[in-house]
């Protein structure tokens, strides 16, 4: 397994637009596509150590969201109170080309599955009532990207659609203390159908669905005075896709907005985007199957995709650190009472570099347990032993004199210092710069 905090390269376009909320990058075959103001910029990942722009394309308004499928791009266009989905040609990454665009009332969120795009907009619809608008699931045939045309629509009350086979679950937040997902049957595109869902009560923001086997994952985020509550809701969807059965919430600390993405067993959730200023955020790695911990990292993100082996942790409008989708360590298993994992951390080393004199390590305990906290070289091999003792849960910093078990002050290079405790295995890198 490989360190999860370890990171190939970075992207940065450039200041970040202001935009709210934040639109999603996309990915594919070695290639992530950043909205960037009024255009798309194509960026060069085949190299992860080295991702760099190769190319761009203007839009006629602010993206709102970007999938990428194959050699297309698809972006949700934002143009003052309307908007359209269009289809973008990436086969040569250097020149992208518009191929196609139908209108829509206004921009929204997006997913895409085989043929389809299918994608929720907000505003007045040919068939509104009176004038009025409302908020829908578009269903558009895209096998023509020359020509992409709207098959059917249903009025629904989320904002970011996930496809599972003939199903789409569109979750969000119909009013402030309420947190739902719905169960769209798109099996007659052209008469799509809502057919059930799930309320998550007492929850500010529900956000985008990621999906593991029978299971599906909705990040969750709420403010309460003076502190902000943020998590993962796991949710049964086998055997009633259209009445999914909450499961429970594993809590992330810090809060915020985010978004959780799955490769293989990995579940990948980003938690660092906080409109109100107060969370603390990070990427915090579970596995799948069991909600066990197996790592953390403390790089601020707003979002996870994952495509191609590679982690992409999107951290504003245009910019983006890229991570192996596979982690160190081994997970834990789901408190049996509760249904809820307890989260433990590993912080960062201070300083990191460290020339001669102390490191001090910080970490986080979840519950009452023995913690193990440990130093050892690249290969493996223990040098010293800082921590064997059974700890209280809380907040907790040691220090490192740069010296092994045998007080000999060790050489310069890199080492490794891992946690071992109640709900975390993780371990980081830290350099030594002894003179």
Not at 3 to 16: A, T, V
Not at 204 to 212: D, K, S, T, W
Not at 329 to 354: E, H, K, M, W
Request: charged share 15%.
């Amino acid at each position: 397994m490989v360190d999860p905090l370890f990171i190939f390269g970075s992207f940065s376009q450039g200041p970040p637009p202001n935009v709210f909320p934040m639109p999603l990058i996309g990915a594919t075959g070695g290639l992530a596509c950043v909205p960037y103001y009024s255009s798309l910029v194509v960026v060069d990942t085949s190299n992860p150590l080295y991702p760099h722009a190769v190319g761009s394309v203007l839009l006629p308004g602010t993206a709102a969201d970007v999938v990428c499928s194959g050699t297309t791009a698809f972006v949700m266009s934002k143009e003052s109170l309307s908007g359209g989905l269009l289809s973008i040609d990436l086969t040569t990454p250097s020149n992208p080309q518009v191929l196609g665009r139908v209108d829509l009332p206004s921009s929204g969120q997006l997913a895409v599955s085989g043929t389809k795009a299918f994608v929720v907009a907000y505003g007045h619809f040919p068939d509104d009532p009176g004038g009025n608008s409302s908020r829908r699931l578009v269903v558009i045939d895209i096998s023509d990207p020359y020509n992409p045309s709207i098959l059917g629509t249903v009025i629904v009350t989320g904002r970011f659609p996930e496809v599972s086979g003939t199903l789409v679950y569109i979750s969000g937040n119909p009013s402030q203390f309420l947190g739902r997902v719905e169960v769209v049957d798109v099996s007659n595109p052209a008469l799509p159908v809502v057919i059930g869902g799930l309320d998550i009560p007492d929850w500010e923001y529900v956000g985008r669905m990621a999906f593991f086997g029978n299971y599906g994952f909705v990040p969750v985020w709420k403010q309460n005075p003076g502190a902000d509550h943020s998590g993962v809701a796991k949710l049964e969807l086998v055997p009633s896709p259209q009445a999914p059965r909450l499961l429970g919430i594993t809590f992330t600390p810090g809060g915020g907005l985010g978004a959780v993405g799955v490769s293989g067993t990995t579940l990948f959730a980003a938690v660092g985007f906080d409109p109100y200023g107060v969370g603390r955020g990070g990427i915090y790695v579970f596995d799948a199957a069991t909600m066990g911990t197996i790592g953390a990292s403390d790089i601020l993100a707003q979002n996870v995709i994952i495509s191609g082996g590679l982690v992409y942790a999107e951290q504003s409008q245009s910019s983006f650190v890229i991570l192996p989708d596979h982690c160190y360590g081994a997970p834990t298993s789901v408190d049996p009472d509760t249904g809820i994992q307890g989260f433990g951390r590993l912080g960062a080393a201070i300083p990191n570099p460290s020339r001669a004199g102390a490191t001090f390590i910080q970490f986080t305990v979840s519950r009452l347990g023995i913690v193990k906290l440990r130093i050892v070289d690249v290969s493996g091999r223990e040098v010293r032993m800082l921590v064997n003792d059974p700890m209280e849960p809380g907040e907790r910093r040691v220090e490192w004199d740069g010296r092994d078990s045998r007080g000999e002050r060790v050489p310069a290079g890199i080492y490794l210092y891992e946690l071992d405790a109640p709900g975390i295995k993780a371990a980081r890198k830290l350099v030594r710069l002894n003179r």
